[in-house]
DNA sequence: CTGAAAGCGCTTACAG
DNA sequence: CTGAAAGCGCTTACAG
C-alpha cells in the first residue's frame, strides 16, 4: 500500500564504495562524516569512490543506530489561512536553515485528524513538533497522544493548562495599541470582531480591547463584542449584527486580518464608507492587508520571524534546554492604512 | 547537530512486547501486520502487551528493512504565493489519504536552493517526488541530481524537454475561453498582462489568448503583451505599461489571479472603474479572486484538486505504473464576476 | 590511521 | 500457528 524500493536495482552502499577504494566500511563513514581521523589519501580515494558509483547517503539507516532523527513535524491547523502560510514559511525555513526537514500536516482544525497525525509522526520518528494547534485541543488529549519526552512547541495559540512552550506575539499589548488608536481617532463606540471565547487567542486580543477602553474611561459592554467564525464570512456577520445593534458602534477592532477584510467588504457592498463612515482595525498584517480595498490598518505580528523562532525553540528544547526558557512573546506594531481612517504615521513598541 | 534520542530511556521494542507476552518479535511483527496467521489468542495477548508498555512502531526501521518509504517529497516553487498553498493543501490531503507524510520543501523560487533539496530528499530515502518547479529550472539540471528510478511528478509548470508526468490545467483553452468572452463584450484592443515567455505556463496561456484572437479575426500584436512578475506588483507594472501605451487597449487578460489584482488595484487608484472603464480576468481563481474589489472574473482551475491528482499520479508511478499515462490535465471553468464588466452566467467546458 | 564486530528495530523466508 | 536466523545500511567503541 505504501512505498517503493529505494533504488532500481540495488543501491550503491557504504560497502559498495569501502570495496572500491579498497578500504573498510568504517572508514569510509568516518569520511562520510568528515572526521580528520582518516588521511587525506585515503580520502580522496573514497571521495573518488563515492563520485563514480553516485552513492547517495541513507540518511534513516543513520537514524536507526544513532537514535537522531533530522525529522520535525509541522502540524498546521488551517494552510488555507494566509496567515498560517506565512507561518509555516518561517517555519520552513528555519528548519532547513539547521538541518532539520519538516514533515508537514495540515489539521484543517479537525481535533480528531490531529490526534492521528501526532500519532503518525511518532511512528515516523520525528524529533520534534511544532504545532499551531486546531481549535479545542486541551491538555488532556495532548497528554495522552505524546509522551512527555517528545519536545514540542506551540505557535500562535496556547492550549489551557499546558506548560509546553509557546511562541506567539503579545496579542494583549498589540490589540490595546489598536483600540488606543481607534480611540484617540475620536471613536467612542468601539466593536470586537470575530473569534469565539474558547480561543485563548481571541480572549488575549479582548484583554488588550478592554486594557484600552479602561484607560480612556469608556465602559466595557459586553453588546459590543460581535464573535463569529475567524473567516471572511465571518466578519461579514459581525459587521451586519454590528449595524443592527443599538450601541450604534463606529469602528471595529477585529479579531485578524481575514475578519477585518470581510468586515470591510460588506460595509462597502452597503455604501458605508470604511475608514470615513466606520473604521476598522485587524491583526496579523498578512501580506493581502496592504492590497485589501482600502489597505488595511492592522497590527504587524511578524508572523514569518515568528515561524523561525519556533524552530529555534524547538531545537534548544531537543538539545535539552529548559522548556521554561524556550517561549517567546514577540514584539507588535501598528500599521496605520486607510481602514481606519486617520493617516498617521506608524507606531513602534518594545515587548517587556 | 541535528537529532534527538527517539524516546527518554530506550522506547519500547518490538522484543520488549515478545517478551512480556511470551512469544518471538516475529509473532509480534505479524500481528502488527494484522496477519490472519496469528491465533486469536496469541494475538489479543500481544495487544494487551502493546497498550501497557506504550509501544510505538518504528515506521523508519521497517523502511530500512523492506526498502519501502511512506515519506514523499513536496517541493513547492512559491508557497507565499496563495495558488500554491492551495495545490500544497490538496496534495498533502492526497498524501495523508493514501498513507504517505510529505517532506515540505519551499524553493522559494530559487534553482540553487532547490538542487540542495532534492539531494536531501534523496537522502530521506523518499518513496517518490512532486514537484512545481522552480523558475529557470531545465532538463539538465535535473536529470543530474535526480536518478531515473526515483519517481517524480511535475505540477503546473513543464519543464522543457522533460518527459515526467505533468499534471496541471488546460491552460490554452481556459485562456481561450476568457479571452473570447473578453470579445463577446466588444472589446477589441486586449492587453495580456504579467509572466515571462521563460516560463512555460505562460507560453500556454498566451497561446490560448492568441487562439481566440485569430479565431475573432482579431490581429495578433506583440506590442499588446505587457510581461512583468508574476505578482500584484508586476499586475500594477503592467497596467501602467499598457495605459501608456498607442494600442490603447481597454481589457486584459492576465496571466494569473495575483497580477490581475495588482491591475485592478492600479486602475482604480487611477480613477478608472474596472469592469466599466477597463476590463479584466485573471487565472487559477484562488479563494481570494472572489473577494477582490471588484471580485473577480478568472478561469477556475480546481487547484484543490489537482494537487490530490498530482499525488494520485505519483502513487501510480511507485507501483509501477507507465509514466506515459500518469500525466493529467484538468478542466477549466470561466467564472464571470465583475471585473470584466459583462454579468453572464458562467460557462463550462470539458477537456480533451 | 584503519579494520572487525556488534547492534539500531524491524521483516522475511524457512523450518517445525 | 510460531520461532530462529539473517539482513536492511549505517555508527561506534575497541583493538591494533
Known sequence: MDGAKRGAGRATTIVDIARAAGVSKSTVSLVLKESPLVKPATRERIMRAIDQLGYVYNRSAASLRTARSSFVGMVISDLMNPFFTELAVGIEDGLHNMGFVPILANTNEDVGRQTKVLQSLREHGVAGI????????????????????LPMVLTMRRVDGSTLPYIGPDNRTGSREAVTHLINLGHRSIAFFGGYGTMTTQRERISGYRDALIAAGLPLRDELIFESMPTRAGGAESLAAALASPLKPTAAFCYNDIVAMGATRALGLRGIRVGIDFAVIGFDDIVEAEHNAPPLTTVNADTRIMGTRAARSLLGLIDGADPESMSYTGTTRLVVRESCGGHRRETFKETA
Open 130 to 149: 511544532i504545532m499551531s494547534p486546531a481549535r479545542g485541543t486541551d491538555v488532556w488529549s495532548l497528554a495522552e497522544t505524546l509522551p512527555r519526552s
